[in-house]
C-alpha cells in the first residue's frame, strides 16, 4: 500500500470523527465506561483468585497437633505411623521451640512481645503436605484413630469455598465482561453508520470507477479502531487511579487480613493494559465490520 493511499485513508478517518463529533465523544465515552467497568470486574476476578490460590498454597496442609506429655520415643512413633499414610507428600516435624520462633518471625518488629511468656503455650507437631487435595478427607480419617494426637486441623472447608466463590465470580464477571463488548460494538457500529450515511454517495462514485472494497473500507475500519483506542486509553487511566486508591487504602487500615493476598499495581496494570489496548481496537474494528456489512453491502 502506497504512503499516499495509507495518508488518505487516516485523514478520511479523522474527517469522519470530526464531521460525527458529538457521536465520536459519545462512542469513546461509552467504550471507555464499558472498559472502566470492565477493569473494575477484571480486578475483583483476578484479586480474588489470587487470595484463593495463595490461600490454597497456605492451607494446602494437615497440623497434627501431638499431646503434651509424649516422650521422645512416642513423637518418633506417630511420625513412623504418619509415613506409611498412603498420599501424604512429605510430613516435617515442628517442635513446639519452633513453632515460637516462627510466630515471632510472622509478628515481625513486634515478635519481641511473646519473649514475655513464662512458658511455651505451643504444641509440638507434625505438618503433613498431600499430594491431592481430593485424598486430604482420607488421611484425615486415617489420622484420627492414631495415638498420642491431641488436634488435627485441616482447613480444606475454607480452600472449597474460597475457589467456589472465585469460580462464581469468574463465570459472572465472564457474562458481564461479553455483555459489555456486545453494547460497545453497538455503540460504535452506530457511529460508523452516521459517516457512512454521509457518505453514501461518494461511496458509490467510488464503486463506479472501480475502486476496491477494502479501498473504501480502511478509513471505516481506522475510524472505529481509532475510537477503541482512545476509549481504552482513558479507561486505562481511570482504572490506573482507581486501583492504586484502592490499594493505597486497603494497605494503609488493613494490611495483614487483605493486602498480602492483593495483585501489585503494576503487575495488575500490566495485564490491563495490553488487554484494553487488544480489546479496545478490536472492538472499534468489529463495529466497523458490522456496520460496513449491513449498510453497504461491499
Do not use: C
Not at 470530526?18 to 472498559?35: D, E, H, K, P, Y
Not at 513446639?96 to 509478628?107: H, I, R
Amino acid at each position: 500500500m502506497k504512503g499516499r493511499t495509507v495518508k488518505y485513508m487516516f485523514r478520511q478517518s479523522f474527517t469522519g470523527l470530526w464531521r460525527n463529533r458529538g457521536m465520536t465523544v459519545a462512542s469513546i465515552g461509552s467504550v471507555a465506561a464499558s472498559l472502566i467497568i470492565l477493569g473494575l470486574v477484571i480486578t475483583l476476578v483476578l484479586n480474588i483468585s489470587n487470595a484463593a490460590y495463595l490461600a490454597q498454597m497456605q492451607f494446602d496442609e494437615i497440623q497434627v497437633y501431638l499431646q503434651e506429655d509424649l516422650s521422645v520415643e512416642e513423637i518418633d512413633s506417630v511420625g513412623k505411623q504418619i509415613e506409611k499414610i498412603q498420599g501424604i507428600a512429605e510430613s516435617t516435624y515442628e517442635s513446639k521451640e519452633m513453632a515460637l520462633e516462627k510466630f515471632k518471625e510472622s509478628w515481625g518488629e513486634q515478635g519481641y512481645l511473646l519473649e514475655s511468656l513464662e512458658s511455651n503455650p505451643l504444641p509440638n507437631s507434625y505438618i503433613i503436605q498431600v499430594e491431592n487435595l481430593e485424598t486430604a478427607d482420607n488421611i484425615v480419617k486415617e489420622l484420627k484413630p492414631l495415638e498420642g494426637i491431641d488436634e488435627i486441623k485441616y482447613y480444606k472447608e475454607i480452600v472449597d469455598q474460597l475457589l467456589n466463590v472465585a469460580k462464581f465470580i469468574r463465570t459472572v464477571g465472564l457474562a458481564i465482561i461479553l455483555i459489555l463488548i456486545l453494547v460497545a460494538v453497538f455503540i460504535i457500529s452506530n457511529t460508523i453508520k452516521l459517516t457512512l450515511n454521509a457518505r453514501r454517495q461518494e461511496i458509490g462514485i467510488m464503486k463506479y470507477v472501480g475502486a476496491t472494497n477494502w479501498f473504501i473500507r480502511w478509513p471505516f475500519l481506522i475510524e472505529g479502531m481509532l475510537l477503541g483506542f482512545i476509549g481504552a486509553a482513558l479507561s486505562i487511566v481511570v482504572v490506573y487511579f482507581g486501583y492504586q486508591y484502592a490499594f493505597d487504602v486497603i494497605t494503609r487500615y488493613f494490611y495483614v487480613m487483605f493486602s498480602t493476598y492483593m495483585i501489585s499495581v503494576r503487575d495488575m496494570m500490566d495485564k490491563i493494559m495490553l488487554m484494553f489496548g487488544v480489546l479496545g481496537t478490536g472492538v472499534g474494528a468489529l463495529g466497523s465490520i458490522f456496520s460496513l456489512r449491513r449498510h453497504l453491502k461491499v
